[in-house]
């Protein structure tokens, strides 16, 4: 069997003997020349190919601080790389724990971070994410690191004069950044509050395959309501604004103590206050480790690899695998 090989842009596409005879009835038929024919059927291939090729994008956000937020993220990411996955980090926190997490940290704030590529300088520029990744210690884990320089964002990015766009910067530097290298997921860390720079991390999610999702680190109590609510409402107003279909979320019960009365009825609260809420079955408990793990600047799942935390992450990885199919 003959195979003849096309070139469109960067991609080789492979056409059969079979293929090529279609493809010429097909021209008989509708009276379209065969390079047009030819084009369509690349086109349509292209289109195939890139959205095979799309990594499962992972928003981590919560209105509500100590949920184990950035604790999630970083293990999320390392767990996914340890099971041969390239992964892309990206941290849009301005107090930059997770860039900390990581070993990156710019405590002088000197060098390029997030900052760069969402602020547009003043010749109207604005970095790419390749100008700015960097790698960390971790095999196949990159960043996009973050520092003070970002913690007035919302604030800066309303008050330039040029808002074009500007809920969808960081989905268009993954679009760009996709276009010359591949990540199999991108996971970003997303600051305790529910603003400008939470609407790109949602909007984000347009840039990944039909798996990119958000996850919802929550603690089963009565706090949770009102966060969960806040949260919750924010991705329902950037889907209307943008008119687009609503992005899954999946709750991530976190410093968990199952065996106890207040974790019931934390869970049983939620599911009564939110009939579409979708937990994970890997339930991420409350472990020493975690905490110890956060003041050595490490991640949990690195810090104690055996701990009953760092298994479960390790679970919601291969939970997170399922998904993205």
Same mark, same amino acid.
């Given at each position: 069997?003959?195979?003849?090989?096309?070139?469109?842009?960067?991609?080789?596409?492979?056409?059969?003997?079979? /293929?090529?005879?279609?493809?010429?009835?097909?021209?008989?038929?509708?009276?379209?020349?065969?390079?047009?024919?030819?084009?369509?059927?690349?086109?349509?291939?292209?289109?195939?190919?890139?959205?095979?090729?799309?990594? *499962?994008?992972?928003?981590? *956000?919560?209105?509500?601080? %100590?949920? %184990?937020?950035?604790?999630?993220? @970083?293990?999320?990411?390392?767990?996914?790389?340890?099971?041969?996955?390239?992964?892309?980090?990206?941290?849009?926190?301005?107090?930059?724990?997770?860039?900390?997490?990581?070993?990156?940290?710019?405590?002088?704030?000197?060098?390029?971070?997030?900052?760069?590529?969402?602020?547009?300088?003043?010749?109207?520029?604005?970095?790419?994410?390749?100008?700015?990744?960097?790698?960390?210690?971790?095999?196949?884990?990159?960043?996009?690191?973050?520092?003070?320089?970002?913690?007035?964002?919302?604030?800066?990015?309303?008050?330039?004069?040029?808002?074009?766009?500007?809920?969808?910067?960081?989905?268009?530097?993954?679009?760009?950044?996709?276009?010359?290298?591949?990540?199999?997921?991108?996971?970003?860390?997303?600051?305790?509050?529910?603003?400008?720079?939470?609407?790109?991390?949602?909007?984000?999610?347009?840039? $990944?395959?039909?798996?990119?999702?958000?996850?919802?680190? /929550?603690?089963?109590? $009565?706090?949770?309501?009102?966060?969960?609510?806040?949260?919750?409402?924010?991705?329902?107003?950037?889907?209307?604004?943008?008119?687009?279909? *609503?992005?899954?979320?999946?709750?991530?019960?976190?410093?968990?103590?199952?065996?106890?009365?207040?974790?019931?009825?934390?869970?049983?609260?939620?599911?009564?206050?939110?009939?579409?809420?979708?937990?994970?079955?890997?339930?991420?408990?409350?472990?020493?480790?975690?905490?110890?793990?956060?003041?050595? *600047?490490?991640?949990?799942?690195?810090?104690?690899?055996?701990?009953?935390? @760092?298994?479960?992450?390790?679970?919601?990885?291969?939970?997170?695998?399922?998904?993205?199919?």
């Amino acid at each position: 069997m003959a195979v003849k090989k096309i070139k469109k842009n960067t991609a080789a596409f492979y056409l059969t003997d079979e /293929v090529t005879e279609a493809l010429e009835e097909k021209a008989k038929k509708t009276g379209i020349s065969k390079s047009e024919i030819v084009e369509q059927y690349l086109a349509k291939a292209m289109i195939e190919k890139n959205g095979e090729d799309k990594p *499962m994008i992972i928003t981590i *956000m919560s209105f509500k601080g %100590g949920v %184990g937020k950035t604790t999630s993220a @970083a293990s999320i990411g390392i767990c996914l790389a340890e099971n041969n996955n390239k992964v892309l980090i990206i941290d849009l926190d301005g107090q930059g724990s997770i860039s900390q997490y990581l070993g990156v940290y710019d405590q002088t704030a000197e060098e390029d971070c997030i900052a760069d590529i969402m602020f547009t300088n003043a010749k109207g520029q604005r970095k790419t994410i390749l100008d700015i990744v960097r790698p960390t210690e971790y095999p196949n884990v990159d960043i996009v690191p973050s520092n003070f320089r970002f913690s007035d964002a919302d604030s800066r990015m309303r008050n330039e004069s040029s808002q074009s766009s500007i809920d969808s910067r960081l989905r268009f530097a993954i679009e760009d950044a996709l276009e010359e290298t591949h990540y199999d997921y991108i996971v970003i860390d997303c600051p305790p509050s529910l603003g400008l720079v939470v609407t790109n991390a949602i909007t984000a999610l347009e840039a $990944g395959n039909d798996a990119s999702m958000i996850i919802i680190p /929550v603690r089963c109590d $009565g706090f949770a309501i009102a966060g969960l609510s806040n949260t919750i409402s924010t991705i329902e107003q950037v889907a209307r604004e943008r008119r687009t279909p *609503m992005r899954r979320w999946k709750l991530l019960s976190t410093i968990a103590e199952k065996n106890t009365v207040a974790y019931r009825e934390g869970k049983k609260l939620i599911d009564k206050s939110f009939k579409n809420a979708e937990f994970f079955n890997t339930v991420i408990p409350k472990n020493t480790s975690v905490i110890e793990s956060t003041l050595a *600047m490490q991640p949990a799942v690195v810090y104690e690899p055996k701990s009953k935390a @760092a298994e479960e992450y390790r679970r919601l990885a291969e939970e997170i695998e399922e998904i993205n199919g």
